[in-house]
């Protein structure tokens, strides 16, 4: 099984509470082979880094082809965080996806948002498989 990996890269930190905020989205570039494509492949999951967490105890994601949210690819999916274990107000969190999925567009619009308090992600890495 051959992996590849989109990582969103050259960002601030995202500050996110415990609302959808479409402001808060990012965006992450299909970019296969050093060009933007069409993907088909099976998205397989998301990795996403954290500090400065306050009373958050996970983190509900989408995956839209649009900034507002509204055109979805990947539904509300919520996963724990796991703290750090010297500083527990870093963290992590991992969704497995494994969803087929064609995407024409060459952006796609990743939304977060916490159960409680806040967090500010600092590492996004969304990780696939071509198909095809």
């Given at each position: 099984?051959?992996?590849?990996?989109?990582?969103?890269?050259?960002y601030?930190?995202?500050?996110?509470?415990?609302?959808?905020?479409?402001?808060?989205?990012?965006?992450?570039?299909?970019?296969?082979?050093?060009?933007?494509?069409?993907?088909?492949?099976?998205?397989?999951?998301?990795?996403?880094?954290?500090?400065?967490?306050?009373?958050?105890?996970?983190i509900?994601?989408?995956?839209?082809?649009?900034?507002?949210?509204?055109?979805?690819?990947?539904?509300?999916?919520?996963?724990?965080?796991?703290?750090?274990?010297?500083?527990?107000?870093?963290?992590?969190?991992?969704?497995?996806?494994?969803?087929?999925a064609?995407?024409?567009?060459?952006?796609?619009?990743?939304?977060?948002?916490?159960?409680?308090?806040?967090?500010?992600?600092?590492?996004?890495?969304?990780?696939?498989?071509r198909l095809?």
């Amino acid at each position: 099984m051959n992996l590849n990996t989109l990582s969103v890269k050259n960002y601030d930190t995202i500050a996110i509470t415990n609302a959808w905020d479409a402001n808060r989205s990012k965006e992450i570039g299909i970019d296969v082979n050093g060009h933007q494509a069409i993907f088909t492949g099976n998205i397989q999951g998301v990795y996403i880094n954290c500090d400065s967490i306050v009373t958050a105890k996970s983190i509900t994601i989408c995956i839209t082809k649009d900034a507002a949210g509204d055109n979805i690819i990947l539904p509300d999916t919520l996963a724990s965080l796991s703290y750090g274990k010297t500083t527990i107000t870093n963290g992590a969190a991992v969704w497995k996806v494994d969803l087929d999925a064609t995407i024409t567009n060459k952006i796609v619009y990743l939304h977060f948002k916490t159960d409680a308090g806040t967090l500010n992600i600092n590492k996004i890495k969304l990780v696939y498989r071509r198909l095809g």
